[in-house]
């Protein structure tokens, strides 16, 4: 594994026990310029994922708990009169930091909802006429409770195809809970947190390195094959758009480039599908009955794929 990522890793487990392969794919999102959506029911970890990897980077962290009398200026801040100057100046909504967790954001109104994925797509707050980039990096990490539907807004799929991936934490194992307990004895594990392992700076620089790991033909159309697998199935009634299938070729070469490769294999893009793809899918009566789930599914696309050899 790439030196830095480790190190990353490692800061992020001081706090995460277990967990790995989430903690790893949330930084693959973050090295792709993407956002996460997660999904998990309360109390497994999920602030204390984002916290501690804005702790180690050394970023700017914001949390806003998103019900349905939240309103846009919120998400993206609002111009008001400064008596003292006599102008309007801009004063900062919550997107205005590197990491932002959007908590149970399918409780917030639909238009916070698009206020919020405007400043995802854009990376910049448009308020009377005047442009407020975002910070670099950007990531937003919104969660939702599956299992809890009561007084809740569902997510448009068109907004669903904006999340780079989408993830779950699952409860731990008894081994793991054990430790939990142990390390929240004393205190909240994030102090165990003390200084960042990397700056901001440094995973912009690690964002441009991803953009150069080569991708052969043979993959690129492996991914085109995969999702041109899931538009003229029976068992979907939405398969994968494009915005699809560049979300997977940028995951691939980011997990190439966390295993120190300066080339994609089949094996990245089979270890990233499930998780760039499944929430893209809306499956047919037919295809909940055969697969139940988007991430089933995928992984029987991935089966019935051929996988392209590599010299």
Not at 183 to 203: K, S
Not at 266 to 289: C, E, F, M, Y
């Amino acid at each position: 594994m790439n030196e830095r990522i480790s190190k990353l890793a490692g800061s992020v487990g001081k706090v995460i026990v277990g967990k790995k392969d989430t903690v790893i794919k949330l930084i693959a999102a973050l090295l792709c310029e993407g956002h996460v959506l997660l999904e998990d029911v309360p109390g497994v970890g999920k602030t204390q994922l984002i916290t501690a990897l804005s702790r180690s980077i050394g970023g700017k962290f914001n949390r806003i708990q998103l019900t349905p009398d939240v309103m846009p200026s919120d998400i993206a801040g609002f111009t008001m009169l400064d008596s003292n100057k006599g102008d309007f100046v801009y004063r900062d909504g919550a997107v205005m930091c590197n990491f932002l967790l959007a908590d149970e954001i399918n409780r917030a109104s639909p238009k916070v909802q698009s206020a919020l994925l405007e400043a995802m797509e854009e990376r910049q707050i448009s308020l009377d006429g005047v442009t407020h980039k975002l910070p670099k990096p950007f990531l937003v990490m919104a969660t939702q409770n599956p299992v809890e539907t009561y007084g809740t807004f569902h997510l448009p799929e068109a907004q669903m195809d904006r999340f780079f991936m989408k993830l779950s934490m699952g409860y731990p194992s008894l081994e793991e809970e054990v430790q939990i307990l142990e390390r929240t004895e004393l205190n909240n594990p994030i102090v165990n947190i003390e200084e960042p392992v990397m700056h901001v700076d440094d995973i912009i620089a690690m964002q441009q390195e991803v953009k150069q790991v080569r991708v052969s033909d043979a993959v690129k159309e492996y991914i085109v094959d995969i999702v041109a697998a899931t538009r003229a199935d029976r068992n979907t009634v939405l398969g994968i758009s494009p915005r699809g299938s560049i979300a997977l070729f940028k995951a691939a070469k980011a997990y190439a480039y966390i295993y120190e490769r300066d080339y994609v294999t089949p094996d990245d893009i089979k270890n990233t599908a499930v998780s760039v793809l499944a929430h893209r899918i809306i499956l047919s009566p037919q295809g909940k009955t055969a697969f139940g789930t988007g991430e089933a599914y995928v992984e029987n696309v991935l089966r019935n794929c051929a996988v392209p050899a590599m010299s």
